[in-house]
Every structure is written in structure tokens, then in C-alpha cells.
């Protein structure tokens, strides 16, 4: 049976130039277009995609019971020349600490990749999003 949740609900409200604060349930973090008071957009996209699959590899290790100590991820993203500058081409690169096989490290990734990630999984160009948008005024 799949795992139902609720929509993910999110809200940003305008400060000043290119900033807004963002709040969904209890997060909140400022979201600048100019990358100076916080991550812009995308760097927040980089930052989800990287977290997502980070979080998936550390669950699947641990359920392993894997003497998993630390990881990190470092991402690296090119973005289309023209807009919508959207990600072309994305490295993962993870580092892992501890006494954890390398197939197990590999296999953890690879289903974080393959199946897991949903934020990876949201840039796919062959799932189609259905995308409303409503305004007042």
C-alpha cells in the first residue's frame, strides 16, 4: 500500500527586493532571487536534491546496520544557458565515514537514485506535473 500524506503546503511572502520568507509547518528560511540573503531558488532546489538523496542513503545504511559514522554530499549543478535555466547536468558526489562496505554504499545510492529521491525523481522531464496558478488582487 503506498504511503499517503497530506499536500505538502508551503507559503513565501515578499520583504524586500528579491527576498521572501518561507514557511511550511514549522520551517521557515528566507528565499532570495539574488542569493545574498539566503539561498535563491535554486539553490534551494540544489540544497533538495542533495538532502533528499543524503537522508535516503543514511536511512538505508543504518537499516543495514552499517557502522555508518558521518557522510557528506557535495552537488554540482549546470543550468541550461537560456531560460528557464533549468539543471542540465547534476554530480553527486558523496563522502562516507565509518567501516561501511562499498557495495552497500553503492547500492544505497543507487536506490536513493533509482526509486527514492522524490525530489530527484520532481526533475524528471518525462513525468509531467500538472501546474495551477490562481491570483488576487
Do not use: N
Not at 89 to 114: M, Y
Request: charged content about 20%; aromatic content about 6%.
Amino acid at each position: 500500500m503506498p504511503d499517503t500524506k497530506p499536500p505538502l503546503g508551503a507559503q513565501l511572502v515578499w520583504s524586500e527586493r528579491l527576498r521572501f520568507t518561507a514557511t511550511s509547518g514549522r520551517s521557515v528560511m528566507v528565499v532570495d532571487g539574488d542569493g545574498e540573503a539566503g539561498p535563491s531558488p535554486m539553490q534551494v532546489l540544489a540544497f533538495a536534491v542533495a538532502g533528499c538523496m543524503a537522508a535516503d542513503v543514511v536511512a538505508i545504511l543504518q537499516k543495514g546496520r552499517h557502522p555508518l559514522t558521518g557522510l557528506s554530499v557535495a552537488i554540482a549543478a549546470d543550468r541550461a544557458p537560456v531560460h528557464p535555466r533549468r539543471f542540465t547536468h547534476v554530480v553527486l558526489s558523496f563522502e562516507v565515514a565509518g567501516k561501511v562496505p562499498p557495495d552497500a554504499v553503492d547500492r544505497a545510492v543507487t536506490l536513493s537514485r533509482d526509486k527514492y529521491c522524490s525530489a530527484l525523481h520532481s526533475l524528471r522531464q518525462d513525468i509531467s506535473v500538472e501546474i495551477q496558478t490562481t491570483f488576487t488582487s
